[in-house]
């Protein structure tokens, strides 16, 4: 039990104490919230519970708060201090921060990853890009945070499984067919109306030029509808493989691949549509078969047959949640762009309809992106001349200043991406500011390697006096409670702020404090320490998918 649970531990127990003696009238207690004063002087933690409870025991709070200090028991409370209409300051003796270090050291490069006894199977599912071509910047965001919030989830003792929903079935794939198709007649002089709705980058010329190359003038003289289904399924699979390549690259990797086409195929919408039309959360109108979603929260019932019997998008959409939750997900989180926004309310009526709980279903949104060069707005690709793909912006920045851009702000806000800054070797760069923490760690590590010293685990840790030193130790003491609380709320931007804070407060324990060539125990003290820190760096970053370079 880490510092901060025994603390709120004792403050029920005095709370009950003071009941049980009759000080305060028997009331419900709600939960203990410790939070960090801003200002040293108010202690090492403070807390309104006395302020929080005193209504149910209908009682000034003040007086709540001298009755839980008056039989607090807590040995490592040095002392209490009552301030304003009923806050309590606790100011624990120094030696805490000393077994608290302890620990942290013998967790060593493990600190931070937790367990859970019986922990929530959840389906993470973010990206989801039409196979059609290359990613843009906006993918790359949902790449980052997506991968970032599994890696935290994980390291908090969730059961994730991570996917991605193959959009290969639908319009988006017939018009990849036949922007193929028209750009490969040309290469053979073959007059083709280009599709209204197709695609014109340049990599679907190279698609057709490829197809040339190996195949020649095989398919010039196929029927159309044969040469279309042939281009579908060249062209998705060489988008799909691009794809797959690219997220590689960005340290993005899912355990499954799930295609649309499978719940066409396998009759997954029909044996969907069959059930709801069977609970009566399905009804035909006009031809067409409409969801009861009104029913379920949403503002007006949805089609989801067309009556040329055509599915729309949700079809597909309700048959591939179900079959999510018949896996045996307990919960599933979709990451979708804010262009979706308006889809939630369906969707989770859906759920419901299907017979699911609808918070059993989360959909986090994310912003947009907008890039920045020299304080100006980069609207397009200068190769292409259309959206910069999140190749062009990895050659650019790198991967690892790519994916803290995007993780270091929080979901629900517009991420201003400024590409020079990214591109910086300096301390206003804060993934380079990171990272050179650590490759300050790493070189010391160095250091005493080259000169034969080893580390002692056993060493006595109380020669660290030094108000940077216990400062830098209270912040490592934060890490394990912030990835429980940054799992819950789904918020990996926290760890991005933690780690370049925790990089500050090292900075400036290396600017002022001597680690080599101090008395023997001192040295070994800070070892310890600064060790610590390159352990929690490195655990952080890795959730952050960004690399611990050992040299800068």
Excluded at 204 to 227: L, N, P, Q
């Amino acid at each position: 039990m880490n510092i901060k649970d025994a603390l709120a531990n004792s403050i029920l127990e005095a709370t009950q104490k003071a009941i049980a003696t009759g000080t305060v009238k028997e009331g419900v207690l709600p939960k203990v919230v410790l939070t960090v004063p801003p200002q040293k002087e108010f202690g090492d933690f403070a807390t309104n519970f006395a302020m929080q409870s005193a209504k149910s025991f209908h009682c000034n709070p003040r007086i709540v708060a001298q009755a839980i200090v008056d039989n607090l028991a807590a040995p490592y409370v040095e002392r209490t201090e009552i301030a304003g209409p009923g806050f309590i300051n606790f100011y624990l003796k120094q030696d805490w921060v000393y077994d608290l270090l302890e620990k942290i050291v013998k967790a060593g490069d493990s600190y931070g990853t937790l367990t859970q006894s019986n922990p929530e199977k959840i389906q993470l599912e973010y990206v989801s890009a039409n196979p059609t071509g290359p990613l843009h910047v906006g993918h790359g965001r949902g790449a980052a945070v997506g991968s970032a919030l599994a890696n935290l989830m994980l390291a908090a003792g969730y059961n994730v499984e991570r996917e991605y929903y193959i959009n290969d079935a639908g319009n988006q794939i017939d018009n990849l067919a036949l922007s193929v198709n028209a750009r490969y007649l040309t290469l053979f002089g073959v007059d083709c109306e280009f599709p209204e709705n197709g695609y014109h980058g340049e990599d679907i010329v190279e698609t057709a030029k490829r197809i040339k190359a190996k195949y020649g003038a095989k398919f010039v003289d196929m029927s159309e509808e044969e040469r279309l289904g042939i281009f579908k399924d060249i062209a998705k699979e060489e988008k799909l493989a691009a794809l797959k390549e690219d997220l590689k690259a960005f340290n993005c990797e899912f355990d499954v691949w799930f295609s649309e086409k499978t719940l066409h195929d396998n009759n997954r919408i029909k044996e969907a549509c069959d059930y709801l039309l069977n609970t009566g959360d399905m009804y035909e109108k006009d031809g067409a078969l409409w969801l009861r979603s009104s029913a379920y929260g949403d503002d007006k019932d949805r089609v989801v047959i067309r009556d040329n019997g055509v599915p729309t998008y949700l079809a597909a959409d309700i048959a591939y949640h179900r079959n999510k939750f018949q896996r045996g997900f307990d919960r599933v989180i979709n990451l979708w762009g804010a262009d979706h926004h308006g889809y939630i309310a369906r969707m989770k009526a859906a759920v419901a309809a299907l017979g699911y709980k609808p918070e059993q279903l989360e959909v986090l949104v994310l912003q947009m992106v907008s890039l920045y060069r020299n304080g100006e707005l980069v609207k397009m690709s200068k190769r292409t001349g259309q959206s910069v793909t999140l190749n062009e912006l990895i050659e650019e920045v790198g991967t690892d200043a790519a994916r803290y851009f995007f993780i270091m702000r929080s979901i629900d806000s517009q991420l201003d991406f400024d590409l020079t800054l990214a591109t910086e070797h300096s301390s206003d760069n804060p993934v380079y500011y990171v990272q050179y923490a650590n490759a300050r760690i790493c070189s010391i590590m160095r250091q005493i390697s080259e000169e034969g010293i080893k580390i002692d685990v056993k060493a006595p840790l109380n020669v660290l006096t030094e108000e940077v030193e216990i400062e830098l130790i209270k912040k490592l003491g934060e890490y394990e409670e912030l990835i429980a609380t940054a799992a819950c709320e789904r918020a990996p931007h926290r760890i991005a702020h933690y780690a370049y804070d925790l990089a500050g407060m090292f900075h400036s324990f290396y600017n002022q404090c001597r680690v080599l060539g101090v008395n023997k125990d001192l040295q070994q003290a800070r070892l310890l320490l600064i060790q610590a820190v390159g352990h929690t760096l490195k655990h952080s970053l890795s959730i952050l998918g960004v690399s611990a370079p050992e040299h800068m």
